[in-house]
Protein backbone atom coordinates (compact mmCIF):
# COMPACT_ATOMS: atom_id res chain seq x y z
CA UNK A 1 0.00 0.00 0.00
CA UNK A 2 0.88 3.18 -0.85
CA UNK A 3 -0.23 6.65 0.46
CA UNK A 4 -0.77 8.26 -2.90
CA UNK A 5 -3.28 5.57 -3.37
CA UNK A 6 -4.69 4.81 -0.04
CA UNK A 7 -8.36 5.25 0.27
CA UNK A 8 -10.69 5.01 3.42
CA UNK A 9 -13.40 2.14 3.21
CA UNK A 10 -15.76 0.09 5.74
CA UNK A 11 -14.27 -3.51 6.34
CA UNK A 12 -16.35 -5.67 8.14
CA UNK A 13 -18.04 -2.66 10.28
CA UNK A 14 -15.01 -0.84 10.70
CA UNK A 15 -13.31 2.42 8.98
CA UNK A 16 -9.96 0.75 7.26
CA UNK A 17 -6.91 1.45 5.02
CA UNK A 18 -6.48 -0.04 1.48
CA UNK A 19 -4.78 0.29 -1.64
CA UNK A 20 -6.80 1.45 -4.71
CA UNK A 21 -6.43 1.72 -8.47
CA UNK A 22 -7.68 4.81 -9.78
CA UNK A 23 -10.43 3.17 -12.40
CA UNK A 24 -11.35 4.72 -15.78
CA UNK A 25 -15.34 5.06 -16.17
CA UNK A 26 -16.92 2.66 -19.09
CA UNK A 27 -16.48 3.83 -22.51
CA UNK A 28 -20.23 4.01 -22.36
CA UNK A 29 -20.21 6.63 -19.68
CA UNK A 30 -20.47 10.07 -19.93
CA UNK A 31 -18.03 12.25 -19.14
CA UNK A 32 -17.19 15.94 -19.24
CA UNK A 33 -13.48 15.17 -20.14
CA UNK A 34 -12.18 14.16 -23.54
CA UNK A 35 -9.02 13.26 -21.50
CA UNK A 36 -8.41 9.26 -20.54
CA UNK A 37 -5.42 10.04 -18.22
CA UNK A 38 -6.43 11.79 -15.43
CA UNK A 39 -5.08 15.39 -14.99
CA UNK A 40 -2.81 15.47 -11.62
CA UNK A 41 -3.14 18.78 -9.62
CA UNK A 42 -1.55 19.94 -6.55
CA UNK A 43 -5.19 19.34 -4.56
CA UNK A 44 -5.20 15.26 -6.08
CA UNK A 45 -8.74 13.18 -5.90
CA UNK A 46 -11.44 14.30 -3.53
CA UNK A 47 -11.75 11.62 -0.98
CA UNK A 48 -14.13 13.29 1.43
CA UNK A 49 -17.82 15.83 1.78
CA UNK A 50 -18.55 16.84 4.88
CA UNK A 51 -21.70 18.66 6.80
CA UNK A 52 -21.46 20.62 9.87
CA UNK A 53 -24.32 20.35 12.31
CA UNK A 54 -25.48 21.36 15.74
CA UNK A 55 -26.84 17.71 16.07
CA UNK A 56 -25.04 14.86 14.72
CA UNK A 57 -27.97 12.22 15.44
CA UNK A 58 -30.65 14.39 13.85
CA UNK A 59 -28.31 14.55 10.58
CA UNK A 60 -27.25 11.08 10.46
CA UNK A 61 -30.79 9.59 10.68
CA UNK A 62 -32.01 12.06 7.92
CA UNK A 63 -29.41 10.98 5.70
CA UNK A 64 -29.64 7.49 6.89
CA UNK A 65 -33.58 7.21 5.62
CA UNK A 66 -31.74 8.80 2.27
CA UNK A 67 -29.78 5.37 2.24
CA UNK A 68 -26.37 6.75 3.48
CA UNK A 69 -25.29 4.25 6.21
CA UNK A 70 -24.32 2.75 8.08
CA UNK A 71 -22.43 5.76 10.39
CA UNK A 72 -19.08 5.31 12.73
CA UNK A 73 -19.68 7.86 15.64
CA UNK A 74 -16.14 8.71 17.31
CA UNK A 75 -15.18 12.06 19.33
CA UNK A 76 -12.31 13.50 19.34
CA UNK A 77 -10.78 15.42 22.03
CA UNK A 78 -7.77 16.76 23.70
CA UNK A 79 -6.92 13.01 25.63
CA UNK A 80 -6.84 11.35 21.66
CA UNK A 81 -6.42 14.24 19.55
CA UNK A 82 -3.02 15.85 19.85
CA UNK A 83 -1.54 18.83 18.41
CA UNK A 84 -4.86 20.93 18.47
CA UNK A 85 -4.21 24.17 16.50
CA UNK A 86 -6.54 27.13 15.92
CA UNK A 87 -5.61 29.72 13.65
CA UNK A 88 -1.58 29.02 14.41
CA UNK A 89 -1.50 28.67 17.94
CA UNK A 90 -2.41 25.77 20.10
CA UNK A 91 -5.96 25.51 21.23
CA UNK A 92 -7.72 22.23 22.93
CA UNK A 93 -11.11 21.62 21.26
CA UNK A 94 -13.99 18.40 21.00
CA UNK A 95 -15.89 17.66 17.97
CA UNK A 96 -18.00 14.51 17.61
CA UNK A 97 -16.82 13.16 13.59
CA UNK A 98 -19.53 10.63 12.00
CA UNK A 99 -18.31 8.54 9.13
CA UNK A 100 -20.54 6.45 6.07
CA UNK A 101 -19.05 5.39 2.80
CA UNK A 102 -20.62 6.48 -0.27
CA UNK A 103 -18.12 4.98 -2.54
CA UNK A 104 -15.32 3.05 -2.65
CA UNK A 105 -13.26 6.73 -3.05
CA UNK A 106 -15.52 8.88 -0.81
CA UNK A 107 -16.25 9.73 2.39
CA UNK A 108 -19.16 11.36 4.19
CA UNK A 109 -18.57 13.16 7.03
CA UNK A 110 -20.98 14.83 9.69
CA UNK A 111 -18.99 17.03 12.02
CA UNK A 112 -20.98 18.76 15.04
CA UNK A 113 -18.37 20.81 17.44
CA UNK A 114 -18.99 20.25 21.20
CA UNK A 115 -16.35 22.87 22.68
CA UNK A 116 -13.50 24.81 21.76
CA UNK A 117 -12.73 27.73 19.34
CA UNK A 118 -12.98 25.51 15.96
CA UNK A 119 -14.02 26.65 12.41
CA UNK A 120 -16.87 24.30 12.83
CA UNK A 121 -18.64 26.52 15.83
CA UNK A 122 -18.05 29.81 13.56
CA UNK A 123 -19.23 28.14 10.73
CA UNK A 124 -22.85 27.22 12.28
CA UNK A 125 -23.03 30.87 13.90
CA UNK A 126 -21.90 32.27 10.50
CA UNK A 127 -23.92 30.49 7.84
CA UNK A 128 -25.91 27.51 9.83
CA UNK A 129 -25.48 24.14 8.81
CA UNK A 130 -24.71 22.49 5.68
CA UNK A 131 -21.49 21.37 3.91
CA UNK A 132 -18.42 22.66 5.37
CA UNK A 133 -15.55 21.08 3.53
CA UNK A 134 -13.99 18.90 0.99
CA UNK A 135 -11.04 16.82 1.56
CA UNK A 136 -8.57 16.06 -0.74
CA UNK A 137 -5.41 13.43 -0.61
CA UNK A 138 -2.99 15.78 -2.46
CA UNK A 139 -1.53 13.15 -4.50
CA UNK A 140 -0.01 11.82 -1.46
CA UNK A 141 2.11 13.48 -0.70
CA UNK A 142 3.93 14.29 2.80
CA UNK A 143 1.56 15.94 5.25
CA UNK A 144 4.10 18.49 5.50
CA UNK A 145 4.59 19.22 1.73
CA UNK A 146 0.97 19.20 1.53
CA UNK A 147 1.10 22.49 4.10
CA UNK A 148 3.39 24.00 2.52
CA UNK A 149 2.24 24.17 -0.72
CA UNK A 150 -1.56 25.43 0.75
CA UNK A 151 0.50 27.99 2.31
CA UNK A 152 3.05 28.70 -0.71
CA UNK A 153 -0.66 29.55 -2.64
CA UNK A 154 -1.69 32.02 -0.09
CA UNK A 155 -4.15 29.34 2.09
CA UNK A 156 -3.06 29.36 5.94
CA UNK A 157 -3.91 26.41 7.89
CA UNK A 158 -6.49 27.22 10.30
CA UNK A 159 -7.61 23.75 12.38
CA UNK A 160 -5.66 21.08 12.84
CA UNK A 161 -4.75 17.98 14.69
CA UNK A 162 -3.47 14.35 15.07
CA UNK A 163 -6.14 11.75 15.78
CA UNK A 164 -4.20 8.64 17.19
CA UNK A 165 -1.71 9.27 13.99
CA UNK A 166 -4.34 10.31 11.50
CA UNK A 167 -2.88 13.87 10.55
CA UNK A 168 -5.93 16.25 9.41
CA UNK A 169 -5.54 19.88 8.56
CA UNK A 170 -8.04 22.21 7.22
CA UNK A 171 -7.47 25.47 5.32
CA UNK A 172 -8.79 29.25 4.75
CA UNK A 173 -10.00 29.21 1.27
CA UNK A 174 -13.46 29.90 1.71
CA UNK A 175 -12.88 33.62 0.96
CA UNK A 176 -11.66 32.79 -2.61
CA UNK A 177 -12.72 29.39 -3.27
CA UNK A 178 -16.26 29.48 -1.42
CA UNK A 179 -15.69 26.22 0.63
CA UNK A 180 -12.90 25.08 3.32
CA UNK A 181 -10.67 22.52 2.14
CA UNK A 182 -9.15 19.58 4.27
CA UNK A 183 -6.28 17.05 3.49
CA UNK A 184 -5.20 14.55 6.16
CA UNK A 185 -3.01 11.44 6.00
CA UNK A 186 -2.77 8.11 7.74
CA UNK A 187 0.22 6.59 8.49
CA UNK A 188 1.06 2.71 7.50
CA UNK A 189 -1.02 0.25 9.42
CA UNK A 190 -3.30 2.65 11.25
CA UNK A 191 -5.95 0.95 12.98
CA UNK A 192 -8.91 2.91 13.49
CA UNK A 193 -10.07 2.68 17.29
CA UNK A 194 -13.73 1.35 18.69
CA UNK A 195 -16.75 3.57 17.42
CA UNK A 196 -18.41 5.40 20.12
CA UNK A 197 -21.53 4.23 18.17
CA UNK A 198 -22.56 2.67 15.24
CA UNK A 199 -25.63 4.28 13.06
CA UNK A 200 -28.27 2.16 12.81
CA UNK A 201 -27.34 0.00 15.15
CA UNK A 202 -26.38 -3.40 13.50
CA UNK A 203 -29.45 -5.43 12.16
CA UNK A 204 -31.82 -1.95 11.92
CA UNK A 205 -30.15 -1.04 8.36
CA UNK A 206 -32.79 -0.28 5.94
Known amino acids: MTTSTAKLEL ?5 SRSARTQAQPP ?3 TTLSTSTTPPT ?5 PVEICLVTSDYKRTITGLSALGIHPWRVFTFHPDNTTDQTYRGNPSPFTLRVCFAELSPS ?15 QEFLEQHGEGIHHIAYDCNGVPFEERIKGFKEKGFEMVQGGNWGGNRFAFFETEATTGTCFETYHFPEGFEFPEPDEIFP ?6
Open 11 to 15: NSGFL
Open 106 to 120: MVYEVIQPVSGATIF
Open 27 to 29: EHE
Open 201 to 206: AVGKEE
Open 41 to 45: TFLGN
